[in-house]
């Protein structure tokens, strides 16, 4: 399953291809890595990839999948923003990649796409119904504006963090 990793203004995808053992394969954005990670104790982890050894400790942040990230040179507030918290994002009418598209939290299937492209749609519209685990639920226009492009088809199977609907908002 893919997470998004949040460091200041930067959103990466990180993928778990592979395990075993110590050593992880991972792919960050289109980049794949091969990683041996050992829990040294509680929250301090060593790290080591290409010969070079990183330490690094995380520590929990004011909320639940934030954390403060120290190596021995620095220092990173992190959110691992995972399908729960993207699914809780997108119903609370937050957006992935701008302000302005709608991306699934979650495998599942499309039941109804009610708008076409080229459709005014006011803020809290819905544009698109989706089925994932025997629920469907309804995602809405973040902004004002005009259906860009639809990039789903009605009974279409998706995937987690695949692209719906682009919205492009009106000139303010």
């Given at each position: 399953?893919?997470?998004?990793?949040?460091?200041?203004?930067?959103?990466?995808?990180?993928?778990?291809?592979?395990?075993?053992?110590?050593?992880?394969?991972?792919?960050?954005?289109?980049?794949?890595?091969?990683?041996?990670?050992?829990?040294?104790?509680?929250?301090?982890?060593?790290?080591?990839?290409?010969?070079?050894?990183?330490?690094?400790?995380m520590i929990e942040a004011e909320t639940p999948n934030k954390y403060i990230v120290n190596t021995r040179?620095?220092?990173?507030?992190?959110?691992?923003?995972?399908?729960?918290?993207?699914?809780?994002?997108?119903?609370?009418?937050?957006?992935?990649?701008?302000?302005?598209?709608?991306?699934?939290?979650?495998?599942?299937?499309?039941?109804?796409?009610?708008?076409?492209?080229?459709?005014?749609?006011?803020?809290?519209?819905?544009?698109?119904?989706?089925?994932?685990?025997?629920?469907?639920?309804?995602?809405?226009?973040?902004?004002?504006?005009?259906?860009?492009?639809?990039?789903?088809?009605?009974?279409?199977?998706?995937?987690?963090?695949?692209?719906?609907?682009?919205?492009?908002?009106?000139?303010?």
């Open positions: 399953m893919p997470y998004h990793i949040k460091i200041k203004n930067r959103i990466s995808k990180i993928e778990i291809l592979e395990h075993n053992n110590t050593i992880y394969k991972i792919r960050i954005g289109e980049k794949n890595y091969t990683v041996d990670v050992t829990k040294v104790e509680e929250g301090v982890y060593s790290l080591i990839h290409n010969g070079k050894s990183i330490n690094m400790e040179n620095s220092n990173y507030k992190v959110e691992i923003i995972d399908a729960k918290a993207r699914y809780k994002a997108l119903n609370k009418g937050a957006i992935d990649d701008g302000e302005n598209i709608i991306v699934s939290p979650m495998p599942g299937k499309v039941v109804s796409i009610p708008v076409n492209v080229g459709n005014k749609v006011n803020k809290g519209d819905t544009v698109i119904v989706i089925s994932a685990m025997k629920m469907e639920s309804e995602y809405k226009a973040p902004v004002d504006g005009i259906v860009s492009k639809i990039y789903v088809k009605t009974d279409q199977t998706i995937d987690g963090n695949q692209k719906l609907v682009e919205i492009e908002p009106f000139n303010k």
